[in-house]
């Protein structure tokens, strides 16, 4: 059997779409009081509680990154206490890196000696957005992390190429963005942190996107791809064998 | 082969040289005006009163007094704080009228003279005028202007004091002059005093017609220390005792002038500004500060209106009665009945007006429009010419408004000047304000239009320029492709595929695209700033080991320390700063971190010094070991560097120091710092000229004692002797840019050198001092595609280092305080010079970093050593070229943009300082000497 085929198709992408759906959510503002341009921080924290909630069902429910499969084939069952540990393992891990991000942010550019929670928040949500999916996905330590999101042979599994289709088209879109912030246009909009914040959920979407094609679209269309091609060929075969059966007949 | 590269390289580069001067000689032409001088018989007849005789109308004045104060920005006269009580007292009570006077960039003073003189919109070529002093083709001598009018057609005696722009401008107009030279920028009271000290004895005598008195105090002030100096106030006050003296002088003596004779008419005096000053000091931009400066009319006849309101604020409404600076020139020349000058766009200010009566104003405005129609139809010699005998019969509608807007607004102002002509005296008060709404509407919009499209472009020399510069840019890239040797241009033909770095086309692409943007121009430092760390950041993510991941991290956050020293750009160069805590309540510690640096850079010298003997294997590694005549002058040579080193370093320190006084914010006692500067030559120029010497001697050691080590070394040390001469370079060079710089900057060349070592783990401090090799992640050979090289990240660090000093791409912040180091007298190459060497500083350090880098890494063989050079310097070039192409383009392309004198010109010529200063004499001629 096909390596794609052991995806259960009704399960796949379910995660995507969800992915989506927690980024549009996370964006939209359905009530007056949380407002981007008058309270960032309140704001950021609601998307960020929103995103995380996101990550942390799919990971109680195991099924983040076509781990359902897995499960299915008769996979030992885990028991809360351990899927609690876990979703509170990539919460502190989350806000590890957000804390690093953060001084990432500082060495770029961002304001020292003001504006310190909405830094802290903007790299909260550039954390979950672009380094939880590999937190999810990949082994804890540097080699699998650098396997996964610097080479560039091929020959990665499908883990490794979601993780670092999700860090960095994130990262890349967030970089791009910053270069709003100092053009004088004068927008609300250009206010430290929004730029950067709106680039990272931009390019969570991009990721998002990209992520489905390269991990899901285009392999299953090439095993299919492939299987047709094999059975064209096996039934080429099959006749050509027939008519040689026939001219020795 | 490395020479015939150089060769074709020269002949690219003179071809390039050719191109940008073909550009520059379309886009900053001088100015198209009128020739001659507008003489009284010319003047139309007064439309309003056809066959009448005498058409004249006799002046409102005699005399006229110009107090111009440089730099006088409008809140400094009607501002709450403002310290000019006087000056306000006569505002509210009615005595005198203020406006708002809107400079134009470039707001310099000379530029901005001519304006006031003129009534031109400036070209930008005078801005770089400004600066080369002694240039008199910018001169007015033979240009229409109000004060040849005033001395040929009113026979005014003419006097000036104060700054000696006047004198170059109008050679041969004054009987009277006392010029200050407005370069030294570190003099605050004395161009003052030089002022004042002509007030009372010039304005007594009756020898004189018109007096100009320019202060240049206030501008000094806000050079040094910003418009919130403490120093401001009391100037404020100073000006504003000058302004009652002579306000009050001028006022008695028209009374008995009066009443000598009956024909006499009183004195206009004038207080205004040439322009004004942004948050720190500085002028030479667009900004609303820059541009915001004041007129004041004072006198008899000058009515305003009396602020009911007493209190503070009473004034702030004249913060924004704007008028343009240029209004001026016709106003003067109607109040004094003289012909307006030829070339003027300003309109008069009709608030001066009021004495006139309606028929004698309407024939003003008419004298006004009829000169700005001249100046219409010498910028485009299709407008037909007018007869002002026939307007009166024609039909207003005789015109066609789509083609020919302006002249038929022209006609329709004398038209409707012509309709309450015969009524004259009765006519209804409707009639006159249609015809002077008008005239008014004409002028406005010529002026518009003028402004616009005054500096006619030369758009095919601009275009040849642009093809010539495209031409090299290809001849640069394909140079580079083929390295003669084949083996790696930019394509990689074997591999098919780019063969520089991924960061470096990023980067070259990110630049090209920030350059066609206003903001990303006045904002370059964010770019810079932002691509270094990026740039680290790819080097961490990378890195082969630990440690090199951990030395790219201090080097990022080394560098964020090096962003927050000095906020530049224009959209918020007001943001607190370490440069404004080190100017203002840590003064002290300011001088401390120099001497920290300076102490640095002593203790890394004679760190290196054995760093080299251990590698070198001294003393055993000479002929006879530590005995031989050889080694003997060796370490003479080595002594003699360090000690000129140590004297150079503490000497640059010590001007500082003397030059702003530091000894006193550390609170030394005066005999102390006399004691400590003993060694040093007495006074601050000699103490400059040492310091040159020194540097000097320290070039000249340096060279002796890599020959020796050449000569006398083992043969595979010859390219180390190579390194440590690019090293002694690279330090021997920091005392020099220590003179020249703000002193708030000399701990950032420690910063750099930090930096700078932090590459080069063999250099660091207890390094054993061969060069370990680095174990690599076994997983991890190769290079990165995302992985910048060393050279690449200095180049970035070369272009943010000039932003980090605190320079930017507005003319204002170029800085003119340090230039003059060691020169007693005015001359314009040492000057011109000196002056590069202080703003470029950075770049400098930063481009010798890169030759020194090149050594480390590949100057074991010379050959190889030599071939990396010239490939540096070609690249180089590529990026200077692409650079230029890209800029010319967007110039050419946004001619007519709303910033294209404020932004993208002096982006341009600061591109042209970096590819003639920079690229061309110090990168190709500095390595040509290194080869």
């Not at chain 2, 275009?463 to 492709?481: D, E, K, R």
């Not at chain 2, 971190?593 to 294997?617: C, D």
Request: charged share 15%; net charge positive; aromatic share 10%.
């Amino acid at each position: 059997m096909p390596d794609h085929k052991k995806y259960p198709l009704e399960a796949n992408g379910i995660e995507l779409m969800l992915g989506g759906m927690a980024n549009a959510m996370s964006l939209v503002t359905p009530r007056k009081g949380l407002n981007i341009y008058e309270n960032p921080v309140k704001y950021l924290s609601a998307t960020a509680s929103v995103l995380f909630g996101y990550y942390a069902i799919l990971t109680f429910a195991d099924i983040y990154c076509f781990k359902v499969s897995s499960q299915r084939m008769g996979r030992p069952r885990i028991s809360v206490v351990k899927r609690l540990a876990k979703v509170a393992t990539v919460g502190a891990a989350t806000f590890a890196s957000a804390l690093v991000l953060m001084g990432v942010f500082v060495l770029f550019g961002a304001p020292v000696g003001s504006q310190h929670a909405e830094t802290l928040m903007a790299a909260i949500n550039l954390s979950l957005l672009a380094v939880t999916p590999a937190i999810l996905t990949l082994k804890p330590n540097v080699a699998a992390w650098r396997r996964a999101l610097l080479s560039v042979e091929p020959g990665k599994t499908v883990p490794e190429k979601w993780a670092a289709g999700f860090f960095w088209c994130t990262m890349a879109t967030t970089w791009a963005a910053a270069y709003f912030v100092p053009m004088d246009w004068g927008r609300p909009w250009q206010r430290w942190p929004i730029p950067i914040v709106g680039g990272a959920f931009l390019g969570n979407l991009i990721g998002l996107l990209y992520v489905a094609l390269r991990c899901f679209v285009i392999p299953i269309a090439q095993a299919d791809f492939q299987d047709s091609e094999h059975e064209k060929r096996q039934m080429l075969r099959d006749m050509q064998s027939g008519e040689v059966s026939k001219k020795v007949n | 082969m490395i020479w015939r590269r150089l060769c074709v390289l020269a002949v690219v580069v003179l071809v390039e040289l050719v191109g940008l001067g073909l550009f520059v000689k379309g886009f900053f032409p001088y100015k198209r005006s009128i020739p001659g001088f507008a003489r009284p018989q010319d003047q139309p007849p007064d439309i309003g009163r056809i066959g009448a005789l005498d058409s004249e109308i006799a002046p409102q004045y005699d005399r006229l007094v110009v107090m111009l104060v440089d730099a006088l920005r409008n809140d400094f006269v009607f501002g709450n704080n403002s310290a000019m009580e006087f000056t306000q007292g006569l505002l509210r009570e009615g005595q005198a009228v203020g406006f708002t006077a809107k400079a134009l960039a470039p707001t310099v003073t000379m530029p901005r003279i001519k304006a006031l003189m003129a009534g031109t919109v400036p070209n930008f070529l005078d801005a770089v005028l400004n600066i080369a002093e002694s240039d008199t083709s910018s001169s007015l001598k033979y240009h229409d202007n109000l004060l040849w009018q005033l001395k040929h057609h009113r026979h005014k005696t003419i006097n000036m004091f104060g700054d000696d722009t006047w004198l170059r401008l109008f050679p041969d107009i004054f009987s009277k002059t006392d010029g200050t030279s407005s370069f030294f920028v570190t003099d605050t009271v004395e161009v003052d005093n030089n002022v004042t000290r002509h007030v009372r004895p010039e304005l007594e005598r009756s020898d004189w017609d018109v007096t100009i008195f320019h202060y240049l105090g206030l501008d000094h002030i806000g050079h040094l220390a910003g418009p919130n100096s403490p120093l401001m106030k009391p100037k404020q006050k100073e000006m504003d005792d000058v302004v009652r003296d002579i306000y009050q002088m001028v006022s008695h003596q028209d009374k008995a002038r009066m009443e000598h004779s009956p024909g006499a008419k009183p004195t206009l005096f004038v207080l205004l500004g040439d322009h004004a000053m942004n948050e720190i000091g500085n002028h030479g931009g667009n900004s609303k500060l820059e541009t915001s400066t004041v007129f004041v009319f004072m006198g008899q006849g000058i009515r305003g209106q009396p602020f009911a309101d007493r209190g503070k604020n009473a004034l702030s409404a004249l913060l924004t009665r704007e008028v343009p600076q240029i209004n001026l020139v016709p106003t003067l020349a109607l109040l004094f009945g003289v012909p307006i000058p030829k070339n003027n766009l300003g309109l008069p200010l009709h608030e001066l007006l009021d004495a006139y009566s309606d028929t004698e104003r309407l024939r003003m405005l008419q004298l006004t429009a009829s000169q700005m129609f001249g100046v219409v139809r010498a910028n485009d010699p299709s407008v037909k010419e007018v007869d002002v005998a026939q307007v009166a019969r024609m039909a207003a509608s005789d015109c066609d408004k789509a083609s020919d807007g302006l002249r038929c607004k022209y006609v329709a102002a004398l038209w409707a000047h012509s309709k309450c002509a015969p009524a004259a005296t009765s006519a209804s008060k409707g009639l006159v304000d249609g015809a002077e709404r008008a005239y008014y509407d004409f002028m406005e919009q010529a002026n518009e239009e003028l402004s616009r499209a005054f500096s006619g472009y030369d758009v095919p020399a601009m275009a040849y320029g642009i093809a010539v510069i495209a031409i090299s840019t290809l001849a640069l890239a394909a140079l580079m492709q083929n390295r003669l040797r084949g083996d790696a241009g930019i394509i990689n033909s074997k591999a098919k595929r780019l063969a520089l770095s991924l960061p470096a086309v990023a980067l070259l692409v990110t630049y090209i695209m920030a350059n066609t943007s206003s903001s990303m121009i006045e904002e370059e430092h964010q770019f810079w700033y932002f691509w270094v760390q990026t740039m680290l950041a790819l080097r961490i993510v990378t890195a082969a080991t630990t440690g090199g991941a951990v030395r790219t991290g201090m080097q990022m956050v080394l560098f964020r320390i090096v962003r927050a020293w000095n906020q530049t750009g224009q959209n918020w160069p007001g943001e607190i700063d370490i440069r404004f805590y080190l100017n203002s309540s840590h003064a002290t510690h300011m001088w401390a971190l120099g001497v920290a640096t300076v102490v640095a850079f002593n203790w890394y010298m004679h760190w290196m010094h054995r760093l080299m003997r251990q590698r070198f294997g001294l003393p055993d590694s000479f002929d006879g070991g530590s005995s031989s005549p050889a080694y003997r002058r060796l370490c003479a040579w080595r002594w003699i560097f360090r000690a000129a080193f140590a004297y150079a370093s503490f000497g640059a320190l010590a001007y500082q120091m003397e030059r702003n006084r530091g000894w006193e914010t550390l609170g030394m006692p005066e005999w102390a710092w006399a004691l400590i500067r003993a060694p040093m030559p007495p006074g601050i120029a000699a103490m400059a000229r040492s310091v040159y010497a020194c540097v000097f001697i320290i070039a000249v050691s340096s060279a002796l004692s890599t020959r020796l080590l050449r000569l006398n070394c083992k043969q595979g040390m010859v390219g180390a002797a190579c390194q440590t001469a690019a090293l002694d370079v690279l330090f021997g060079m920091v005392p020099l840019l220590v003179l020249l710089s703000r002193p708030h900057n000399i701990p950032l060349f420690a910063l750099f050198a930090a930096i700078f070592v932090l590459f080069f783990p063999q250099l660091l401090p207890g390094s054993s001092g061969c060069r370990r090799q680095e174990e690599h992640d076994p997983a991890w050979t190769g290079r990165h595609c995302l992985r910048p090289s060393k050279t690449l990240v200095q180049f970035c660090l070369l272009y943010a280092s000039f932003f980090a000093l605190g320079n930017s791409n507005s003319l204002a912040s170029l800085d003119i305080s340090n230039s003059y180091a060691g020169i007693s007298r005015y001359s314009e190459a040492l000057v011109g010079v000196l002056m590069f060497i202080s703003n470029w500083a950075g770049p400098l350090w930063w481009g010798t970093a890169a030759l020194a880098s090149t050594a480390l890494a590949h100057g074991m063989e010379q050959a190889e050593f030599r071939r990396r050079l010239v490939d540096l310097v070609t690249a180089a070039h590529v990026w200077q070229a692409c650079t230029l192409l890209s800029l010319s383009v967007v110039v050419a392309l946004m001619r007519t943009h709303l910033f294209i004198w404020s932004v993208f010109s002096p982006r341009y010529l600061y591109q042209v300082a970096w590819f003639a200063g920079y690229h061309v004499l110090f990168v190709t001629v500095g390595s040509l000497l290194w080869l």
